[in-house]
């Protein structure tokens, strides 16, 4: 069956632009997770959702940084005012629920100039 | 606090040989484990989870991991090494309240002909 999908798998833009990534779940998985992982890293938790809202977003660096998911299962992630720090590969990943093992994406490779 | 500790960013090991990657964890509630492997370019394929229950877990090609609550560790073997198993291994702590997972820093498998 289909996996978490990720899109674009690569995003290159200017520092001060904004950006917008995008994650489709598992189909029928409530949960899902964006992280950060950047070069060498292990990835960063950044933001869980439970269904249509956001379960924890403990993991956001600053307010540049917003994600949605209105109607419980695509979601967007959005960069304000990019800066060359925000460069990584952001991971999207599904569950079935909190508990279940989480499944990831193949990620967005995001570099800012 | 959890966190995740992985000894050696990077092990070696000829083809045939034992593979053994470290990880110890902490965590102030009883903790979910997992480890997942990362192909370049790719996102993160689960290998194998301990939630509760025995304490030896086996999980996808070949490889299984022990839970010692007394050492808080749960390492990563691997009877026989292949060369398909090189790669990015990652460990993880999570809890059920969250559903977020913690990672490890990573380590990277080498397998020598």
């Known amino acids: 069956g289909a996996g978490v999908s990720q899109t674009p798998s690569n995003k290159v833009t200017e520092k001060g632009k904004y950006v917008e990534l995008r994650c489709d779940p598992i189909?029928?998985?409530?949960?899902l997770y964006w992280y950060r992982q950047s070069l060498g890293q292990g990835p960063e938790f950044l933001i869980y959702?439970?269904?249509?809202?956001?379960?924890?977003d403990s993991g956001l660096p600053n307010d540049r940084f917003f994600a949605v998911r209105p109607e419980g299962s695509v979601s967007t992630l959005k960069i304000q005012r990019t800066e060359r720090g925000d460069s990584a590969v952001y991971l999207c990943?599904?569950?079935?629920?909190?508990?279940?093992?989480?499944?990831f994406g193949d990620g967005t490779r995001l570099s800012i100039l | 606090a959890q966190s995740v500790t992985q000894l050696g960013s990077h092990v070696s090991v000829s083809e045939g040989a034992l593979v053994l990657l470290r990880c110890n964890y902490s965590s102030s509630v009883p903790p979910y484990l997992f480890w997942y492997v990362q192909y370049p370019n790719q996102g993160l394929q689960l290998l194998l989870k301990y939630t509760t229950g025995a304490t030896l877990v086996k999980g996808i090609n070949g490889f299984e991991a022990e839970f010692k609550k007394s050492e808080t560790s749960f390492h990563l073997t691997k009877p026989s090494a292949h060369m398909s198993d090189a790669a990015e291994y990652f460990c993880?702590?999570?809890?059920?309240?969250?559903?977020?997972?913690?990672f490890g820093q990573g380590t990277e498998l080498s397998v020598k002909p």
């Open positions: 990943a599904s569950s079935p629920n909190r508990v279940e093992p989480q499944h």
């Open positions: 189909s029928g998985h409530t949960a």
């Open positions: 959702f439970q269904g249509t809202g956001a379960a924890d």
């Open positions: 993880a702590v999570g809890y059920n309240q969250g559903g977020k997972l913690i």
